[in-house]
């Protein structure tokens, strides 16, 4: 009795799930025959769906999908010696725009050996490509134009800072004078912060480095033998925002000023020590000389410019001065408490 071969027929669920996905797919025999396509293939390729079934891979379209490497990678896969995971192909048509896109290609075991299916998912990624690089040119043009910006800032603080010098060279009054230099201190102060920020990511500030450049301009602009005086700097790893390492840092600019002003007359030797440390978010940060101690009662200062920019940005931090004698010397102690209420009352400093 003669033996008639049995026909092979697809899974009507397995074609129709081909046919209807979103994602564009291809149901392909192992010699790369098409059974089946997604709709979205075909609208996403413009190819027509009528054409589709029974063609060679190669064969679709105009022939685009004739690529040796994709073809290479299909039987491979098909032979089980390879898998075709986030594989990127350029789709090139005439007169239309390259498309490039990701091939993902699996087999569908049905339990017979002798009848393998791919099954191949396409992913257009030409614009998530491009938006890509969109983004990547505009970080790139962003931190052109930020350095950019950061040079000229520099440039025009150094400019005002050496203008300030200028004028208080030429002022004939003292005091007139020690405002113009207590002006070009502080402009000193904001120049060592942003080249801080030049040299940072994010916009934070590592207290340490920033608190020592700037205790080593204050120094070279306002000690003139480093034998007599000079300025110690104890840092631990606290890293602050930008808002926070500003006023930090004219807090310590005023009140360095004001021990170097005031606690050594006479040549006196000494010592400023600037101190910060943190633990959570509470901190503290302390100023102190070994000077000749601060003016009680009626030989007590009244509260100047710099009393006043201090109060401010203590307030601000939501912090709280403390101002004790240090026998010899000042010290002054600025901390911030999470959970305590800020109070700010300086009567006697800068």
Same mark, same amino acid.
């Given at each position: 009795?003669?033996?008639?071969?049995?026909?092979?027929?697809?899974?009507?669920?397995?074609?129709?799930?081909?046919?209807?996905?979103?994602?564009?797919?291809?149901?392909?025999?192992?010699?790369?025959?098409?059974?089946?396509?997604?709709?979205?293939?075909?609208?996403?390729?413009?190819?027509?769906?009528?054409?589709?079934?029974?063609?060679?891979l190669g064969d679709l379209g105009n022939g685009e999908w004739a690529?040796?490497?994709?073809?290479?990678?299909?039987?491979?896969?098909?032979?089980?010696?390879?898998?075709?995971?986030?594989?990127?192909?350029?789709?090139?048509?005439?007169?239309?725009?390259?498309?490039?896109?990701?091939?993902?290609?699996?087999?569908?075991?049905?339990?017979?050996?002798?009848?393998?299916?791919? =099954?191949?998912?396409?992913?257009?990624?030409?614009?998530?490509?491009?938006?890509?690089?969109?983004?990547?040119?505009?970080?790139?043009?962003?931190?052109?134009?930020?350095?950019?910006?950061?040079?000229?800032?520099?440039?025009?603080?150094?400019?005002?800072?050496?203008?300030?010098?200028?004028?208080?060279?030429?002022?004939?009054?003292?005091?007139?004078? !020690?405002?113009?230099?207590?002006?070009?201190?502080?402009?000193?102060?904001?120049?060592?912060?942003?080249?801080?920020?030049?040299?940072?990511?994010?916009?934070?500030?590592?207290?340490?480095?920033?608190?020592?450049?700037?205790?080593?301009?204050?120094?070279?602009?306002?000690?003139?033998?480093?034998?007599?005086?000079?300025?110690?700097?104890?840092?631990?790893?606290?890293?602050?925002?930008?808002?926070?390492?500003?006023?930090?840092?004219?807090?310590?600019?005023?009140?360095?000023?004001?021990? =170097?002003?005031?606690?050594?007359?006479?040549?006196?030797?000494?010592?400023?020590?600037?101190?910060?440390?943190?633990?959570?978010?509470?901190?503290?940060?302390?100023?102190?000389?070994? !000077?000749?101690?601060?003016?009680?009662?009626?030989?007590?200062?009244?509260? !100047?410019?710099?009393?006043?920019?201090?109060?401010?940005?203590?307030?601000?931090?939501?912090?709280?001065?403390?101002?004790?004698?240090? !026998?010899?010397?000042?010290?002054?102690?600025?901390?911030?408490?999470?959970?305590?209420?800020?109070?700010?009352?300086?009567?006697?400093?800068?």
């Amino acid at each position: 009795m003669p033996m008639t071969p049995t026909a092979h027929f697809e899974a009507a669920s397995t074609l129709a799930v081909v046919v209807s996905s979103n994602e564009p797919l291809l149901f392909l025999s192992d010699d790369q025959t098409v059974i089946a396509a997604s709709t979205s293939f075909c609208r996403a390729f413009g190819i027509d769906p009528a054409t589709v079934c029974g063609q060679s891979l190669g064969d679709l379209g105009n022939g685009e999908w004739a690529m040796p490497k994709l073809g290479s990678l299909l039987r491979a896969t098909a032979s089980g010696s390879a898998n075709i995971e986030a594989y990127e192909i350029d789709l090139k048509r005439p007169n239309q725009k390259t498309r490039q896109l990701v091939v993902n290609a699996q087999t569908l075991a049905d339990g017979d050996v002798d009848r393998i299916r791919l =099954l191949v998912a396409i992913t257009d990624v030409t614009e998530m490509r491009a938006e890509a690089r969109l983004k990547e040119d505009l970080v790139r043009d962003k931190a052109m134009l930020l350095q950019e910006v950061q040079h000229r800032v520099a440039n025009s603080l150094q400019i005002i800072a050496s203008v300030l010098m200028q004028s208080a060279r030429r002022v004939q009054s003292d005091e007139a004078r !020690g405002h113009i230099q207590n002006a070009h201190h502080r402009v000193m102060s904001i120049a060592t912060l942003q080249r801080q920020l030049s040299a940072t990511d994010g916009g934070n500030v590592e207290l340490r480095p920033y608190l020592t450049q700037l205790s080593q301009s204050l120094g070279a602009s306002m000690i003139a033998d480093p034998d007599r005086l000079s300025i110690q700097v104890t840092v631990d790893k606290s890293v602050v925002d930008a808002d926070v390492s500003i006023s930090l840092g004219l807090i310590v600019t005023e009140l360095v000023i004001n021990a =170097l002003k005031h606690a050594f007359p006479d040549e006196r030797t000494g010592l400023i020590e600037i101190a910060y440390h943190s633990i959570g978010e509470d901190w503290t940060l302390s100023i102190s000389d070994d !000077g000749v101690g601060m003016p009680v009662g009626n030989e007590a200062p009244k509260g !100047g410019l710099g009393t006043g920019i201090v109060e401010a940005l203590v307030k601000k931090l939501k912090g709280e001065i403390h101002l004790t004698e240090a !026998g010899p010397g000042t010290i002054v102690t600025i901390s911030h408490r999470e959970s305590a209420d800020s109070q700010t009352d300086l009567s006697t400093a800068a």
